[in-house]
């Protein structure tokens, strides 16, 4: 067995929605070092688009665009249809979030999040799906991989209803497209991140020290766990993990002692 093959990306086209910063750019650095051919990226900002492109060389293309709407993804589709005949990995990485007191959690703040946290995946696979099933095979399958996160997998105290039920759908909608997917080979999976620093977690990012302290092995997430993982679930080495979502998260949700047995006090 060649480890290098096992993880490679050699010869793999790749887009990465949200890739311009956060989570999405650490899934990009993994991509170039498993030595992916070509990955695109997208973001509404062009700016710090181009700039990322530009600072992780000529193999990330920068298309600039909001896919939160269906004509959005539309766009994006046309946009990688006229440059490549086939798409190999997909990560629907690109997510909002909406935290408001209960009492006054608005319509809007339902809308923007399940529009781009649950339809988007679900719109850009299934209008992908020329592009990902072109040369999909047993051998060599196509990759889809959702970013949820552990906030849809067991409660977490902000407000932030309508993001923790988004994910949730994510996690249970990745199950149900890997199961049709499945077919036309090409395999859907997930990845559930617990603290990772970037622009939407900004605890993690501005309160590094404060955020490990909740966290079983006492750290935030770096872009080494969240590369690491997603060339995983992109190459041989995932091809046959489906509709799993794979939890990246310091122990969160699988090592994490409820108080009352963490503090030898507590609950005895
Ligand atoms: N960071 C964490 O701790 C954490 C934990 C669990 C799950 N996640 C998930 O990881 C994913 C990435 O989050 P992040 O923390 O990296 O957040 P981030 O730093 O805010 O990055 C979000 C990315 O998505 C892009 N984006 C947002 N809305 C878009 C739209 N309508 N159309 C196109 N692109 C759009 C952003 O660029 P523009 O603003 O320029 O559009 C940016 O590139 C999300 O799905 C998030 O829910 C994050």
């Not at 060389?57 to 993804?73: E, H, N, P, R």
């Not at 622009?199 to 092995?217: H, L, Y």
């Amino acid at each position: 067995m060649n480890l290098q093959d096992l993880f490679s990306l050699e010869g793999r086209i790749a887009l990465v929605t949200g890739g311009s910063r956060g989570i999405g750019r650490m899934i990009v650095e993994g991509f170039l070092a498993a030595g992916v051919e070509r990955v695109y990226i997208t973001a509404r900002k062009e700016d710090e688009l181009q700039a990322t492109a530009d600072d992780l060389g000529d193999k990330v293309v920068g298309i600039q665009g909001d896919i939160s709407t269906l004509a959005g993804c539309d766009a994006l589709v046309e946009a990688i249809s006229a440059k490549e005949d086939r798409l190999d990995i997909l990560v629907n990485n690109a997510g909002a979030a909406w935290g408001e007191d209960y009492t006054s959690f608005p319509e809007q703040g339902w809308d923007k999040v399940m529009d781009l946290n649950v339809k988007t995946p679900f719109f850009l696979t299934q209008k992908f799906h020329k592009l990902l099933t072109a040369q999909a095979t047993q051998n060599r399958p196509g990759k889809v991989i959702n970013i949820a996160s552990v906030d849809g997998m067991r409660i977490n105290p902000w407000e932030t209803y309508s993001y923790q039920a988004s994910k949730a759908a994510l996690i249970h909608l990745t199950r149900r497209m890997a199961a049709r997917l499945v077919q036309d080979h090409v395999y859907v999976t997930g990845i559930a991140p617990g603290a990772f620093p970037s622009n939407m977690n900004k605890v993690a990012r501005d309160m590094e020290a404060e955020s490990a302290k909740g966290i079983p092995n006492k750290r935030v997430g770096d872009k080494f766990d969240m590369g690491g993982s997603a060339v995983y679930l992109a190459s041989r080495a995932g091809d046959y993990t489906i509709g799993e979502t794979l939890t990246v998260d310091g122990g969160i949700v699988n090592a994490h002692l409820p108080n009352h047995f963490a503090d030898p006090a507590g609950g005895r």
